[in-house]
T-cell receptor, first 111, second 116 residues
């Protein structure tokens, strides 16, 4: 069953424009949601997680249990934000902290 | 920070041979590691969970006899692709959880396998 859905394969915005990368999940328990980023030719790295409610590189994401969403937002996109972004869901310690990833969204920030 | 390495970074082999990929946690001990497969322009697909000192648990549809996983120590897990075929060509990525921060997984750089 598809646990994490990222409906957009590619998102192109101009520098300085707001950006929102969508993520919806399907899970009956209490999920732990994450955003991972993969810059060109680099490994996956954690961007942020919902439990810490932090802002990293200007990005924020709010877990909306009613809409089962965890959209990633940034008010003013920068060219260096261009990368692949993956939303991930963890089933927590009761299932070995397994992660399930969405299909990813490529963000292209144009100058 | 938590660092995970993989070796080799790329490998080319002939069809029918076996290939071993290593995943190491460099600055922490990982009781659990994970193996993923990533096809071009697609997402990561969880293959199996590697548990130190016990058998790996495989996701549905992943052949355990094809993809042998051994987690011999708290810092090393290996994935062996047995009798490799061209359809096994892919990007294989491992990750590990730091016991002090089990919510987060740290990823290796990946291994590009090409089977001729």
């Amino acid at each position: 069953a598809q646990r994490v859905t990222q409906p957009e394969k590619l998102l192109s915005v101009f520098k300085g424009a707001p950006v929102e990368l969508k993520c919806n999940y399907s899970y009956s328990g209490s999920p732990e949601l994450f955003w991972y980023v993969q810059y060109s030719r680099q490994r996956l790295q954690l961007l942020l997680r919902h439990i810490s409610r932090e802002s990293i590189k200007g990005f924020t994401a709010d877990l909306n249990k009613g809409e089962t969403s965890f959209h990633l937002k940034k008010p003013f996109a920068q060219e260096e934000d261009s990368a692949m972004y993956y939303c991930a869901l963890s089933e927590g310690i009761y299932n070995f902290n397994k992660f399930y990833f969405g299909s990813g969204t490529k963000l292209n920030v144009k100058p | 920070g938590a660092v995970v390495s993989q070796h080799p970074s790329w490998v080319i082999c002939k069809s029918g041979t076996s290939v071993k990929i290593e995943c190491r946690s460099l600055d922490f001990q990982a009781t659990t590691m994970f193996w993923y497969r990533q096809f071009p322009k697609q997402s990561l697909m969880l293959m199996a969970t590697s548990n130190e000192g016990s058998k790996a648990t495989y996701e549905q549809g992943v052949e355990k006899d094809k993809f042998l996983i051994n987690h011999a120590s708290l810092t090393l897990s290996t994935l062996t692709v047995t009798s490799a075929h061209p359809e096994d060509s892919s990007f294989y990525i491992c990750s590990a959880s730091n016991p002090s921060d089990t919510d987060t997984q740290y990823f290796g750089p990946g291994t590009r396998l090409t089977v001729l």
